[in-house]
């Protein structure tokens, strides 16, 4: 069993759809909990990251974390065209090491 | 400001040949990642270091190495290419105070697509 799963999509929606994007994991030891952009041919740019349990907002994007259920989701509201990349959860604990999921691609249709 | 920079852009290699991936991290960062990303996967970590000295390491083998200069630039060298070594590079920077606990952000690179023919 992967420490992070994450169904890879791909997702397609209309314009101005609400996204979804969820993960879920095994290590209870993680403690922030991150979600990543990456369009083609880029690296991953940091979208919002979390610390414990809870939600987090930042304009279209919510956060949310369920340390009990070992659970977070990235929801995004107002989808746009240019929102179209894959989103990548990724988690660590206190020391240095970043576990990523494989992303979900996402499409979003004008 | 800078962000981080990677060559080459592209790489094509054979099986059992040697690579040197460069990275130059983001002004004022002391740490440098590097991660493996193959196609349709996310990142794996591969190492990080922290002002020259290796950190942290994942489950890569040795034939992947690397080193930090005094001006927190990196490389990744990895000898005796296999097929599966085929992915994208990243180099990822950050500014760590005591060098490993607790929040920091890593900026990432562009990356570099190693093709292992």
């Known amino acids: 069993q992967k420490e992070v799963e994450q169904d890879p999509g791909p997702l397609s929606v209309p314009e101005g759809a609400i996204v979804s994007l969820n993960c879920t994991y095994s290590?209870?030891?993680?403690?922030?909990f991150m979600w990543y952009r990456q369009y083609s041919r880029k690296g991953p740019e940091l979208l919002m990251y979390t610390y414990s349990s809870g939600n987090k907002e930042d304009g279209r994007f919510t956060a949310q974390v369920d340390k009990s259920s070992k659970y977070i989701s990235l929801f995004i509201r107002d989808s746009q065209p240019s929102d179209s990349a894959t989103y990548l959860c990724?988690?660590?604990?206190?020391?240095?090491?970043?576990?990523f999921g494989a992303g979900t691609r996402l499409f979003v249709k004008a | 400001e800078t962000g981080v920079t990677q060559s080459p852009t592209h790489l094509i290699k054979t099986r059992g040949q040697q690579v040197t991936l460069r990275c130059s991290s983001q002004s004022g960062h002391n740490t440098v990642s590097w991660y493996q990303q193959a196609l349709g996967q996310g990142p794996q970590f591969i190492f990080q270091y922290y002002r020259e000295e290796e950190n942290g390491r994942g489950n890569f083998p040795p034939r992947f190495s690397g080193l930090q200069f005094p001006n927190y630039s990196s490389e990744l060298n990895v000898n005796a290419l296999e097929l599966d070594d085929s992915a994208l590079y990243l180099c990822?920077?950050?500014?760590?105070?005591?060098?490993?606990?607790?929040?920091?952000?890593?900026?990432f690179g562009p990356g570099t697509r190693l093709t292992v023919l």
């Open positions: 990822a920077s950050s500014a760590l105070g005591s060098g490993t606990s607790g929040w920091n952000e890593q900026f």
């Open positions: 990724a988690m660590k604990g206190g020391g240095f090491k970043t576990i």
């Open positions: 290590n209870s030891a993680f403690q922030y």
